[in-house]
């Protein structure tokens, strides 16, 4: 049974800094993709930051390219999103996803996933 428990969230002000984590659980993940989304009231849930468990590319949104980082510790079985840079708009609920093959190598559809997070709440104030 695959877990993803987010944490980190909170409030912060706008230009600030927040590293987001999640503690994967269940089986190995070596083969893994590996995906943070994010749903800001009224909207729909969208696509934030991909990568392979396994290592090389990563993926992001036009909107936080440049400003977010993913990335994974083996040892503590742990997928990071370093979030600097802060803005309002960054405010909503992030979401870590994962699965074992992405379907039609969509890194953007919610779809593509079969394991989801709880969700840990980002506040960015003006």
């Known amino acids: 049974q695959v877990q993803l428990v987010e944490s980190g969230g909170g409030l912060v002000q706008a230009g600030g800094s927040l590293r987001l984590s999640c503690a994967a659980s269940g089986r190995p993940f070596s083969g893994y993709v590996m995906a943070w989304f994010r749903q800001a009231p009224g909207k729909e849930r969208e696509f934030v930051a991909g990568?392979?468990?396994?290592?090389?590319?990563?993926y992001y949104a036009d909107s936080v390219k440049g400003r977010y980082t993913i990335s994974r510790d083996n040892a503590k079985n742990t997928v990071y999103l370093q979030m600097s840079s802060l803005k309002p708009e960054d405010t909503a609920v992030y979401y870590c996803?994962?699965?074992?093959?992405?379907?039609?190598?969509?890194?953007?559809?919610?779809?593509?996933?079969?394991?989801w997070g709880q969700g840990t709440q980002v506040t960015v104030s003006s």
């Open positions: 990568m392979r468990w396994s290592g090389g590319s990563t």
């Open positions: 996803a994962a699965d074992r093959v992405l379907l039609n190598n969509n890194w953007y559809a919610t779809g593509s996933y079969g394991y």
